[in-house]
């Protein structure tokens, strides 16, 4: 499908314009899939001082399985989707399982098919950390992979298959790290969604949409849903803030915050005011009121010393 890239080409403008980034400068496999999994959704400028905290606090997968999920999200704390950091907690505990008991002594998998075993990661992920870390000749296919292949080749709407084809065929055996890195970096840099630097890109005599990059691939609309939620702020009798850890499943899961809910029946009401968050798919308007909660979760104090450790989830900060 489409044109074959020149590898030459491509490495060598990636070997002198690579972006500085921590993570580039370690092969060892954990820290590179903490990186991978602080950018599934996280931009790379902010991500890159959770990565450092991280690793710091972090070095190996037995560092992490050692603590508890909260110190794990508590250092997560603002890099947002924390379904992520609860992920790699019970990643990091099953890692340093015994292998009679389903896990690797402690040992971060080598492979792309071992790496998907575990819990969060999905096939970028394991092929990344495998190429990267560990060497393994196998294809990436992210966000900016698929919109080099869609001007090389013209796609208006290419599907997974269809890129994972072009992938593997331009994939750089002898060096797919560095190589599935190089085409991410050109996604992320040159071959960008709204302004593509088409007259610096490397590759651009290969590129059958170089005349038209826009109309490639043709643009996804999210449909945002709104949601709105009443939440009650409750204080014990000493003034300390009263919380509930939210379930498992649902928005704002496992997180701590004033009781929430679509409807709640709430008596003696004074109107505090409204809370816009915005999620990826989402905007979230909270209104906030005063009053007596009749249903709902028991909520716990927490004293205002402690406040970050819980998350709070209202809003974030806000």
């Not at 989707?81 to 971060?108: K, P």
């Not at 970028?124 to 966000?143: K, W």
């Not at 826009?214 to 643009?219: F, I, K, R, T, V």
């Not at 009263?242 to 929430?260: C, F, N, S, T, Y």
Request: proline residues 5%; glycine residues 8%.
């Amino acid at each position: 499908m489409g044109m074959h890239l020149s590898q030459n080409l491509l490495l060598s403008w990636y070997s002198e314009h690579k972006r500085d980034l921590p993570w580039r400068h370690t092969r060892d496999g954990w820290s590179i899939l903490l990186s991978e999994i602080l950018l599934q959704q996280t931009q790379v400028s902010r991500g890159i001082g959770y990565w450092l905290k991280l690793v710091e606090r972090f070095p190996t997968p037995q560092s992490m399985a050692d603590a508890e999920v909260d110190e794990v999200l508590h250092l997560w704390q603002g890099a947002g989707y924390y379904s992520r950091a609860r992920r790699l907690h019970a990643l990091s505990r099953q890692v340093c399982l015994s292998s009679n008991e389903g896990g690797y002594d402690g040992r971060l998998p080598t492979t792309s098919l071992e790496l998907l075993q575990l819990p969060g990661i999905g096939p970028y992920t394991a092929a990344a950390v495998a190429s990267i870390a560990f060497g393994e000749a196998v294809a990436c296919v992210d966000g900016n992979i698929r919109r080099v292949m869609a001007r090389q080749t013209k796609s208006i709407s290419p599907l997974t298959k269809e890129v994972e084809h072009w992938a593997n065929n331009n994939l750089f055996t002898s060096d797919a790290g560095n190589w599935n890195q190089a085409l991410m970096e050109l996604g992320a840099t040159i071959c960008t969604p709204k302004r593509p630097k088409c007259g610096t890109c490397p590759v651009s005599t290969s590129c059958s949409g170089r005349n038209e990059p826009l109309a490639y691939p043709l643009p996804k609309k999210i449909k945002r849903k709104r949601l709105d939620l009443m939440c009650e702020l409750r204080y014990d009798a000493s003034g300390l803030p009263q919380l509930v850890q939210r379930g498992d499943e649902g928005i704002l899961a496992g997180l701590w915050g004033p009781p929430m809910a679509e409807e709640i029946d709430i008596e003696s009401l004074e109107y505090i005011g409204e809370v816009k968050h915005t999620l990826t798919h989402r905007d979230i308007f909270v209104q906030v009121w005063l009053g007596t909660c009749q249903q709902g979760q028991e909520p716990t104090a927490v004293a205002l010393s402690s406040l970050d450790q819980k998350i709070l989830a209202l809003g974030g900060r806000q």
